[in-house]
């Protein structure tokens, strides 16, 4: 994604804003000071402004789409969203697990998956670091870190005005941002953005007299709005303050979180008994309203009508100060807090046989303090400390209605967590052309779980948890010149464990015939090694970034369906390995003004070393569900049946081994004040897993999907553009995540159990969007 030129950018401190120096190369953070892409020793994946414009790239979904080997949807439940980075991540079972991929908004890092769904507005860069990362985000991360850097005020006044309809979704949007110095020391930037959408999915559901009031909306439809405000004050050159405060909402009216779900395959005649009729991947689904036994047995369901309401609030405060002309202090300050409220039948059919309500509330304050060293000599420095004091709360019940309605759980969960990290890392240069960098991050959490069941306080076994890690991370980096870069590194990395936070019923003082259950699952470490080699050739003509892994994961968090509680439940995988090599190549030639070409080849082999996981819903005995039978002192039968499998070996989950893309843009003017782009991309994924349990129904094919834009614009400095934009050009339907509906199949773990309804969530289909820009450019400054 680095913009070729021969101008060169020097190392600093983390003090730019801007995601390119003068000469057009990429600058990016992904040390905590700022440095070209092609010097960081790190595999990162970045995405500058002007590529997240051309497709319009305003969710982090859709930036997935620039990324290989990432993959992100959003989820059916409370958890918001699932994120995959070179097949590493943490399900999407838990609302209180936190991602094995951090997410960082301006320094200020969030581990719940629910933050996918913030807006993505007015964003400068967006770095993606693949691996282990220890040292420089604020929270140790085993699978990587996307980090998002927002677009800061600059040295003069600046507006823009955005505004679109996408024809697919019949999406109506705007966005305004006003940017500019208020004094010599004081700049402001103001960004808005209103969405609203009738959606891509259609719901078919249909009242039943007596039963249900049949769908609360005909579409999967969403209303947005997202505000950002950015203060930067230097009262002198020494001292750099900024201050961001984010709100984001996003409202679904009479659609629930199953709206993003269906039914694809039936294998009992093609017909669910559940009422779906096609069993299809389409652009159709089931969402009914609750039924009236549901809605009386308890008062969270409201008025029965699926809903989902999410606002999320997010600020941050960054101080540098440099110490001296060699020694900078750099502090980040954040506070992030999410409501997610929802109700939903969570039947996928016509006939809601279920119903849920969540109510999640997760708040968090976070310091960081760094001090870190610019000397002359070869020895330097960074030290520094971490502190964050979090709370999450989930209320829920959960009912099941055949026709006599059972209050199966009413629940509400409080997990406090306080984590404490200290980090150190010296970098040390014998000679010119290498670096030795040391480093490590100590980390200690704990965590607390309280609640009730039912308006009684629940006993659970250790509902206090500690978890310790020491993660160290070394490189050894060679730059014979500046036009090359080779480096390998060893990397470890670790996210702590936790609780399962499940919506039935749990052992009580009133009910002390019940088991006091083990809702928590251990911590998960990262270890391994990392190479890569990154340069210019063809006098600059050409950048390439050639990286090759191997990493070893223990206690992999992993979700799995649990017929007990009616729900997903975080769990720990023995073992598993990722390796893989990547191949980036960037073209601009001299010969074509404008034109870039990019290509990107990437290998991951992602498997399960050791693992005895549970089995899926209808799995049979000669399938592999053959080990841990219920009561081993009796003959297997239908009662007595196996509730485990061996999946060492088998793949990861949405970790395609293959991942390919190629494209190109080309930018031209056709006189002083018109001007125009063209642009393509194609990207591949070979098949991958979308469950635990690997239920091989669950699996999506190998697939390509093709992106284009077309656009006019004004010429120099674009004052004015329109934009034709189309993703996923032949509208092929993608399942991001996947199940085995469990009331469907048959008891798994006998010799021949009746196969389920295979349930998956699907990513967006076609999109064609047409996009018109206005900067203040076009009246003059």
Known sequence: MAALSPAQAQ???????SSESAGGEIIVTARKRSERLLDVPVAVSAVSSEDLARYASNSLSAISQQVPALVIGESTNQVGGSINLRGVGSGISNPSTETAVTMNFDGVPISYGNAVRLGQIDIQRVEVLKGPQALFYGKNSPGGVISLVSADPGSFFEARLRTGYEFQAEQRFAEAMVSGPLTDTVGARIVGYYSKEDGWFRNIAQPITGVTAGAGAKTLNAEDVFVRGTLTFEPTPATRIKFKINYGQRDRDGVGPTGL???????????????ATDCKLNRTFYDAALTPGTIASDPSFKDGVPFVKSSQFLTSLSVDQDLSDSYGLSSVTGYYRLREQSIDSFSFSNIPYYGASNDVIAKGFSQELRLTSDLDGPLNFMIGGFFQDATFTIGQAFTVDFG?????????????????????QVRY?????????A??????????????SFSLPFEVLDPKKHYNDFSPDITITYKPDSNLTAYAAYREGFTSGGFNTVPTALRTSANTSRPAL???????????????????LAERQMLFDLVGY??????????????????????????????????NLTMQPHAIPGLQVRTSLAYNDAHYTNFI?????GQSISDGCNLALRDPSQPASATNYYTAQDQSGQQLVRAPEWTFSAGFNYDTEFSENLGGGLSFDMNHSSSYLTQTEASPATRQKSYWQFNGTLSLNGGKDKPWELALVGRNLTNRLIRVTGAVVGSTAGQYGTAAPRQGDILASVGAPRSVLLQLTVRSSLFGR
């Open 11 to 17: 190392e600093t401190r983390d003090t730019s804003t």
């Open 261 to 275: 779900a269906q039914i694809v395959e039936c294998p009992n005649g093609g017909v669910s008994v559940f009422g």
């Open 404 to 424: 006599t309605p059972f209050l199966v759980g009413s629940t509400f969960y409080d997990v406090h967590t306080t984590a404490y990290s200290g980090f150190a």
């Open 429 to 437: 240069k014998p000679v010119e052309q290498i670096e030795i960098a």
């Open 439 to 452: 480093g490590g991050r100590l980390s200690r959490e704990d965590k607390k779980l309280t609640g009730t």
């Open 518 to 536: 083990d809702l928590s699952y251990d911590q998960m470490t990262a270890k391994g090694f990392e190479v890569g080699l990154k340069g210019y």
């Open 550 to 583: 191997t990493y070893k994961y223990n206690d992999l968090q992993l979700s799995r369906y649990d017929n007990a509680s009616f729900s997903q439940l975080t769990q720990n995988a023995g073992g598993a390995r990722v390796q893989g090599v990547e191949f």
């Open 613 to 617: 996981g549970g089995c899926y819903n």
